[in-house]
C-alpha cells in the first residue's frame, strides 16, 4: 500500500480537540473507529467555497486553519486529506482511493473517479479497512469496515456491505451500498472503487475540476450535512432535510440566502464566507 509523503507538520492535538475525541491514541481498530466516528459528527460537510467560485485548498496547513480551527467545514477531498494525516500521525498506514459515485447509475462507468476515500491498514488486522469521513449523503459511513464481501456492516446504527461489481479491468471493482437510503427497504449502490493508489496532485486535479465546472453540482447550489448520534441535517440549495435516527424525515423550503446563512451558522456550525447571497 501506498502513502502520499508528506512534509508539513501536522497539529494531531488541536486536531484531536476539534473532533472531541479523549480515547487511546493507539494505532488499532478501536482507535480507528472512535476517531473516524467522532469526525464525522464534529465537522460538517459543506461546498461554500466552490459555490463561491473558488477551489479549495487541499494544502494541509489551509486544511488545519479552516477544518480545525476556523468553523468551516468541507467536501470529500477536504476531509479525508485531513483525516488521513491525522491517521498517519498515529501510526496507520493510509491509501487514497478514487471512487465513482453512482447513487442512480444504470452503469457504473458512466461516472468519473470523483470522490476520495481511503484505505487503512490497521496492525493485527487481516484485512485492510475502507474509511471515509467526506461522502455527504446519507449513505455515508460512520465507521470503517474491513475490505471484505459477504458481511453486513452495523456502523453506529448504519447498515453497509462491500460487494463486487464486474469490469473489463485487471483489479476487483468494489461497491459499497447502504441500507434503506431512500427511505423503501433495500441495498442501493453508493460509490464504486479499486484499490489502485491516487496520489495529492491526482486529487488536485480532481479537486479543480469539480470546484469550477461549471456543471459540476457543487458549483452551482450550496451543500451541507451535519450529523449527530440523533439526526442527519442536510441542506441542499434551499431546501432543508432533516432525518431522525427513528427514521422520521421532515423538509421544508428556506425563503431566502439570509435564512440560509443564518441555518448554517446556527444548525450546521458553519461561519459563512464573505457576504454574497447564497
Known sequence: MSGTVRTTSFDLDAYLKRIGWEGERRTDLATLRGVHTAHAWAIPFENLDPVRGTAPSLDLADLTAKLVHGRRGGYCYEHNTLFAAALEELGFRVTRLAARVVVGADRFESR????????????????PHLADVGFGALGALLEPVPLVTGTEFHDAGRRHRLVHAPHA???EMWVLEAYGTTGADGWEAQYAFTVEPFEQPDFEVINWYIATHPRSPFSRRPYAQSLTPDRHLLLDGRRLTETRAD????????????????????????????????
Not at 470523483?114 to 488486522?125: D, I, K, R, S, Y
Open 247 to 278: 427514521g422520521t424525515v421532515t423538509a421544508r423550503e428556506l425563503t431566502d440566502g439570509a435564512e440560509i446563512r443564518r441555518l448554517l451558522a446556527e444548525d450546521f456550525g458553519i461561519e459563512v464566507p464573505g457576504t454574497q447571497p447564497l
Open 169 to 171: 479491468g485487471p483489479l
Open 112 to 127: 468519473p473517479r470523483t470522490h476520495m476515500a481511503l484505505l487503512v491498514e490497521v496492525p493485527g488486522e487481516r484485512r
